[in-house]
């Protein structure tokens, strides 16, 4: 049996000290999509609205939350004996469960807790008790959609399961009680730290992390993956240096699990890098997280994941470039002149996720329109960054020098404004020798009539629905009408070439948009960036209203502009 392995991030060493945003952007420059969320204090008293605006952000940065884990001991009431504590570690673990099933988690999990090392007598009551519930909790999570519940073995014998038989105790007990309850029960998992091994009081290595680990094959459902030194004392991660001072082999680890694959009750798995990250609460040592992740990262993807670190870094997306795949009816080309600027490369990853046609990158002078939004050096970056075609949309007094400045770049379609071009025709022929498809942009104003005779020239049309230069104008009241126009002058003349739209592209224009002829839709703020929803959520409504749009142009009566 084949293993498939992922590779993500649990979310502790951010707690109380970067942002999730900040973390979800790191991952995505990272190509990391996959997070397991640990906990912290405020958790288990949060509204649900801020775990659904939380899974929105992180879907927004092609993130998936797809585990939960607690980062602490708070989960262990199960193992003490005064009033209270059983009945609050029931009361939190459900609310971990809801929490989870809010982030569209497949799996949430803990450590089961901690016996008072000066009451070791109490530890069999404790362990019956945790299991009594985690039975109980099982039909919940079954309940609340959440697939797994997973458990960390630990390195003591006040914290089981340790041992190899108290792993396989604990393991057959609840998968046994999944299997007799399957229609009603989320399955168990062991989440497996790489790091941990047990030594016990006369100082003797009982079992190494090698050793504890395999023992969790039947029930192994996830990995933490952390690097730790002979005594498994500390922990921390994979950089250069850290690796030179610790014992984990990762790629030994990859080669245990693909070896044992047909032991594993899984055929996919996640390991998650978890480190506490540089000293908490230091100026000196708070910034050195971002390095520390990127390091770790890279190093993972080559030891645990097998991929070469020469891999080139563009990103795969959805069928860019491939002539093979069958072009949309209406293609979206979302502008990223509406992206935030400071972070362009995680809003790329971002727009890359959504499964758009293409980019489109507006280019302006300051003197055919009054804006700078972007410059050239942000596209001979970008050439090499993504595999998405690139839609330039010149906005410029002096459209051929321009050109010659992308004659050499990976673009793929030009458009010019008539209205600053001197002389139009050699322009778009000129772009056209370059390799490159030229299209005609018109303003509102200006007649459809100035186009007719350069529709040789050109690949497609842009119908400046707006007056061009800003983000955030509304459509001009004859924009609609304009477009069908366009698309009538091009049947009658016998071309079948695409309309592209741009300006006020919004969720209530678009049907209009699409019913007149448009195929090319320049999406921003009033669509695919708009606030209200994630970007996902967006384009999904941007689907919704061309579906619209093509079901009226169907129907002329229902197309009226």
């Known amino acids: 049996m084949s293993l498939k392995l992922n590779l993500g991030v649990k979310t502790d060493p951010i707690e109380y000290r970067y942002s999730f945003p900040w973390l979800f952007r790191l991952l995505a420059e990272e190509g990391i999509q996959l997070v397991q969320l640990g906990t912290w204090f405020e958790l288990y008293q949060l509204p649900d609205e801020f775990f659904v605006n939380l899974r929105r952000e992180a879907e927004d940065h092609g993130i998936q939350i797809d585990s939960m884990f607690t980062a602490h001991r708070e989960l262990g009431g199960f193992f003490r004996s005064e009033a209270g504590f059983e009945q609050v570690a029931r009361r939190n673990f459900e609310r971990l469960i809801e929490v989870g099933a809010l982030l569209g988690a497949t799996s949430v999990g803990s450590n089961p807790g901690a016996v008072l090392r000066d009451q070791m007598g109490t530890k069999t009551d404790g362990v019956n008790c945790y299991v009594r519930h985690m039975k109980e909790l099982m039909h919940l999570a079954h309940e609340k ?8 073995p630990m390195s003591c014998l006040a914290e089981p399961p340790t041992l190899p038989e108290e792993v396989a105790d604990m393991g057959r007990e609840l998968m046994d009680y999944h299997r007799q309850h399957a229609d009603s029960t989320a399955a168990i998992g062991y989440c497996a730290d790489i790091a941990h091994g047990y030594i016990d009081q006369q100082d003797q290595v009982g079992y190494d992390h090698i050793q504890l680990f395999e023992a969790t094959y039947p029930w192994l459902y996830e990995v933490h993956l952390k ?13 250069p240096e850290e690796r030179e001072k610790g014992i984990v082999d990762v790629p030994h680890f990859r080669d245990l699990l693909k070896k044992n694959a047909d032991k594993l009750p899984v055929q996919e798995m996640t390991g998650y890098l978890e480190i506490g990250g ?7 040592s708070d910034h050195q997280l971002q390095d520390q992740l990127r390091s770790s990262l890279r190093y993972l993807k080559d030891a645990f994941l097998g991929e070469t670190e020469a891999a080139p870094a563009v990103h795969a997306v959805h069928g860019a470039g491939d002539a093979t795949t069958a072009k949309n ?10 992206v ?7 809003a790329l990853r971002q727009v890359e996720a959504l499964g758009v046609d293409m980019l489109h990158m507006d280019i302006m002078d300051g003197h055919f329109v009054p804006n700078m939004p972007m410059g050239l050096a942000v596209l001979e970056r970008l050439q090499d960054a993504t595999q998405l075609p690139l839609d330039v949309h010149l906005m410029v007094s002096n459209n051929d020098f321009f050109v010659q400045q992308l004659a050499n770049l990976r673009v793929s379609q030009i458009s010019v404004h008539l209205e600053s071009a001197l002389h139009l025709d050699r322009t778009l022929s000129h772009i056209r020798d370059l390799g490159i498809k030229a299209g005609v942009a018109i303003n509102p104003g200006t007649p459809l009539s100035a186009i007719d005779y350069v529709l040789e020239r050109i690949d497609y049309v842009l119908v400046m629905t707006v007056n061009p230069g800003y983000a955030g104008q509304k459509m001009t ?3 609609l ?5 366009c698309h009538e002058l091009l049947a009658t003349r016998g071309f079948d070439l695409p309309i592209q739209v741009d300006g006020n592209v919004s969720f209530e224009n678009i049907p209009g948009m699409v019913a007149a002829g448009a195929t090319n839709l320049v999406a921003g703020t009033s669509s695919i960036f708009h606030k209200s929803g994630s970007m996902q959520e967006n384009k999904r409504r941007m689907l919704e209203a061309i579906e619209e749009g093509l079901a ?3 129907k002329p009566e229902l197309a009226a502009v």
């Open 145 to 152: 959609g959440v697939s797994w519940l997973t458990i960390e």
């Open 227 to 239: 690097n730790t030194d002979t005594r498994f004392n500390s922990t921390f991660g994979f950089g």
């Open 278 to 284: 540089p000293k908490l609460g230091r100026d000196y």
């Open 329 to 338: 009816p209406v293609e979206i080309s979302p502008s990223m002149m509406c």
């Open 340 to 346: 935030d600027a400071l972070n362009f490369e995680s």
């Open 477 to 479: 009241p004859a924009s």
């Open 481 to 485: 009408r304009k477009i069908a126009d």
């Open 552 to 554: 009226a142009r169907k």
